[in-house]
Structures are given as structure tokens and as C-alpha cells.
């Protein structure tokens, strides 16, 4: 079993950097692939990034070259920072955790059996 604790969401104007950090329970940390989502009011939630266990990042297109994921096995917390922000990535953002991703379903949301209660991230225009 693992928790999830997502912080460091809140109000930005456009343009502006925020660091996201999800804290995560449990001694297996680092045997997890790490997760974010953002989900838009009204609509579904949505892939933004995902860290392998080794580090390997991956990216929804959308979003690469202002987001990046990165994890701290030692203090089982995985980042998403947050630079260049623009109103439209204004969201709820979702840190999840599974032990087993494939490259063709690490952008589905069903695929990961552990979330976090989310963050509120808004971006001021």
C-alpha cells in the first residue's frame, strides 16, 4: 500500500515557475513508476508526466520543455516543476504511483493503482 501526498499548488501569474512535490509512504519508493495528472474542470483527467525507477522521464506533448519530473528515492518524493505557466494549465494536479508501466499505457489513467487528493494549481492571465 501506498499514500500519496501532493503540495505546492496555488496561485500564479502567467509566466510564473511553482515546484509541485508529492510525498509518498512506504519502503518501496523507489520500485514504483511516479505519475502526474491534471484534470480540467468538466473533463477527464489527463497525462502530463510519469518518472521511471531509474529516472526516466516521459511527457505529455503538451507540456515539454516547461514541466519536468524528477524523484528523490532517499526522501521518497517525486517533483514536477513548474516553469513558464500559462493560464491553460490551470488544474487539479494528481501525483500516482504504480509498481508496472508499459510504454503504451503510462498515460492511462487506469493503469495506476495509487493517487494523491490532488493540488490546486491556477495560473493568472
Known amino acids: 500500500q501506498v499514500q500519496l501526498v501532493e503540495s505546492g499548488g496555488g496561485l500564479v501569474q502567467a509566466g510564473g515557475s511553482l515546484r509541485l512535490s508529492c510525498a509518498a509512504s512506504?519502503?518501496?519508493?523507489?520500485?514504483?513508476?511516479m505519475g502526474w495528472f491534471r484534470q480540467f474542470p468538466g473533463k477527464e483527467r489527463e497525462f502530463v508526466a510519469v518518472i521511471s525507477r531509474n529516472g526516466r522521464p516521459y511527457y505529455a506533448e503538451s507540456v515539454k520543455g516547461r514541466l519536468t519530473i524528477s524523484r528523490d528515492n532517499a526522501k521518497n518524493t517525486v517533483y514536477l516543476q513548474m516553469n513558464s505557466l500559462k493560464s491553460e494549465d490551470t488544474a487539479v494536479y494528481y501525483c500516482a504511483a504504480d509498481p508496472a508501466i508499459t510504454m503504451s499505457t503510462l498515460a492511462d489513467v487506469d493503469q495506476y493503482d495509487y493517487w494523491g487528493q490532488g493540488t490546486q494549481v491556477t495560473v493568472s492571465s
Open positions: 512506504g519502503r518501496t519508493f523507489s520500485t514504483y513508476y
